[in-house]
T-cell receptor, first 120, second 114 residues
């Protein structure tokens, strides 16, 4: 159980292109989804948290106009990197957390397989 | 500032023996800790977690120990199997105010030798 699907797994595109990455929870309803970024040889860093039906909460230093997040349903969140530039090249990974009962904060996050974004 | 640290980048263990992966943290507000396992080209897979109200949680071959006074947790895998070879990440979060933000270590690559 607890499968999260992320698509695409790899994107190579030209500078100035906007890129959309999808994150789906396949067998559970994800009240909250998270978007992370990982730089080489560093740990995952949270970019933003999205709750279904409301605006995303961005971490300090993350440009919300550059990284558009939509969480339209309990099973789907999208991250759009707008007008991407070479410095946006990175590994992006989403996770999802169930919000059912008990202390939802102590539910584990389940991760997708990530998207390797390369901007030429 | 790395709030969660895994000081051993790699560990090799013989099949059948115990694997012990270590993790240290600096933020005393952390109250929930997790271990994830990651294979190449895949996302991290949740393995086991522990709340700060406990000092031990066991699930099959996997046991996590938490020493709050030392700000240290460890993952024990026994017996180790070749399929356990992967990168293991520990992560922590801080309850009420920081439940959404998981702080990750940089990972330990475990190799189980047949």
């Amino acid at each position: 159980g607890a499968v999260v699907s992320q698509h695409p797994s790899r994107v190579i595109c030209k500078s100035g292109t906007s890129v959309k990455i999808e994150c789906r929870s396949l067998d559970f309803q994800a009240t909250t989804m998270f978007w992370y970024r990982q730089f080489p040889k560093q740990s995952l860093m949270l970019m933003a948290t999205s709750n279904e039906g409301s605006k995303a909460t961005y971490e300090q230093g993350v440009e919300k106009d550059k990284f558009l997040i939509n969480h339209a349903s309990l099973t789907l969140s999208t991250l759009t990197v707008t007008s991407a530039h070479p410095e946006d090249s990175s590994f992006y990974i989403c996770s999802a957390r169930e919000g059912k009962g008990g202390d939802y904060r102590h539910q584990p996050q389940h991760f997708g397989d990530g998207t390797r974004l390369s901007i030429l | 500032d790395q709030q969660v640290k895994q000081n051993s980048p790699s560990l090799s263990v013989q099949e059948g023996r115990i694997s012990i992966l270590n993790c240290d943290y600096t933020n005393s507000m952390f109250d929930y800790f997790l271990w994830y396992k990651k294979y190449p080209a895949e996302g991290p897979t949740f393995l086991i977690s522990i709340s700060s109200i406990k000092d031990k949680n066991e699930d099959g071959r996997f046991t996590v120990f938490l020493n709050k006074s030392a700000k240290h947790l460890s993952l024990h895998i026994v017996p180790s199997q070749p399929g356990d070879s992967a990168v293991y990440f520990c992560a922590a979060s801080a309850g009420q105010t920081g439940a959404n933000n998981l702080f990750f270590g940089t990972g330990t690559r475990l190799t189980v030798i047949p």
